[in-house]
């Protein structure tokens, strides 16, 4: 048996006991606390969660305040609360892109290491209409998907209007679009130090003479959003658009690797190659793929959904996945983590046997990060949970004596 696979195993049966003995919505000190509860300030339910860390060592936890009840279309807002404790409290909850009406979400924050001030992109459209129509093409350009970026230079308190940058980053023919969801990246070193990445998904409209029903589940294509300078002006990296429906990137999560590649990892959208995940990589900053998008079988433990990679800081430090852990249900919240740059995983632990869905990652500290994720006791949507999750040590590379702190950097329901 391997070194890692004994510290998972050991992982597992220390923490996973606990979890279970804890009911939804309790908060454990400095193990949990729930930002945001359904039912609460004037929202049905929360969803969608995204979460970073200031270089103040503030975490911002981001969510679609959803006023009209659980769906993706509506009036819904994106919302916020600050925690200065490292998650262990948390500030009062403020609106940062008010839908008034419309649909605003899929936020997708990222700390720009040059200047510290938190960007954050969302997408939009009209709250009259629905997913289904969008893919269609029965909606114009006004109403259809759209993408804002935000700024806030002062830890998060206050943020810029939503700027509409959708002629920089939209082609024509392309009808679906969702930033994210969760953390973004930015590069900390190479030929690209300072760019901000954000991934995204779209659909496009078929070709002449295909079937335009809006449901052909193949036109699903992945690309990303680039910014050189601070997210003041964007630019498509680059596009997955193979739209062979064997694998179909939907709502995806990316982090830096140690060696300045980037690691992307999505949803597949029923794609007919078996298994829920994919991923792939980038090795000049998200302008190009080194491959398409392949299913990751090691995750083949993930339902349908969206799920958050982040690289830990660390001398021999893991790659980490959070995300539900029964193929077939959203339920059992869980840690994986891969020692090779993704080519493979190994559970770490699982936090709950409850009912979860979409997740975050930050990391807090060395060998120590939070898992911002929907979860609750009867269904998955009832609250979003923080928890600090303490990594072992041997999987974390974390020095005996190690100390310090650090900063983390998808709609399809």
Do not use: C
């Amino acid at each position: 048996m391997t070194s890692l696979r004994r510290t998972v195993l050991a992982a597992a049966v220390l923490l996973t006991p606990l979890a279970l003995a804890r009911p939804a919505a309790a908060a454990s000190g400095d193990t949990s606390s729930v930002p945001f509860t359904a039912g609460e300030g004037g929202y049905d339910t929360y969803r969608v969660p995204a979460v970073v860390m200031t270089p103040r060592g503030t975490v911002l936890a981001f969510a679609e305040g959803r006023h009209d009840g659980a769906g993706d279309s509506g009036d819904i807002d994106v919302v916020l609360r600050r925690s200065t404790d490292g998650g262990r409290t948390w500030g009062p909850l403020s609106v940062v892109a008010a839908g008034r009406g419309d649909t605003r979400g899929n936020p997708a924050p990222v700390v720009d290491p040059r200047t510290g001030a938190v960007v954050l992109l969302t997408s939009y459209n009209s709250g009259a209409v629905t997913e289904a129509r969008i893919m269609r093409g029965e909606v114009g350009p006004e109403q259809g998907r759209r993408v804002f970026a935000q700024r806030s230079q002062d830890d998060g308190i206050r943020f810029t209007p939503p700027r509409d940058i959708t002629s920089e980053v939209k082609p024509p023919g392309w009808r679906w679009y969702a930033t994210g969801p969760g953390h973004a990246v930015a590069l900390t070193h190479g030929p690209h130090a300072g760019r901000l990445v954000v991934p995204a998904n779209h659909s496009a409209a078929p070709p002449p003479g295909s079937p335009d029903t809006g449901q052909e589940a193949r036109w699903y294509g992945g690309h990303a959003l680039l910014s050189d300078d601070g997210g003041r002006t964007w630019r498509l990296g680059f596009v997955d658009d193979t739209y062979d429906g064997a694998a179909n990137a939907n709502e995806t999560s990316a982090t830096e690797l140690p060696d300045g590649r980037l690691y992307f990892s999505s949803r597949d959208q029923n794609g007919s190659a078996p298994g829920n995940r994919l991923d792939t990589y980038s090795s000049d900053g998200g302008a190009t793929l080194d491959r398409p998008y392949a299913v990751q079988p090691a995750l083949d433990d993930v339902p349908v959904v969206q799920g958050s990679v982040l690289q830990l800081r660390g001398h021999r430090a893991p790659l980490l996945f959070s995300g539900p852990s029964v193929p077939t249900a959203r339920r059992a919240p869980a840690l994986w983590a891969s020692t090779d740059a993704g080519r493979t995983f190994t559970r770490l632990l699982t936090l709950s046997e409850r009912p979860a869905a979409y997740s975050d990652l930050v990391q807090l500290g060395h060998g120590t990060v939070g898992v911002l994720y929907e979860t609750g006791t009867a269904g998955a949507y009832e609250g979003i949970e923080f928890r600090r999750v303490r990594v072992p040590r041997t999987v974390a590379g974390e020095p005996a004596s190690g100390s310090g702190s650090g900063s983390g950097s998808g709609r399809a329901g």
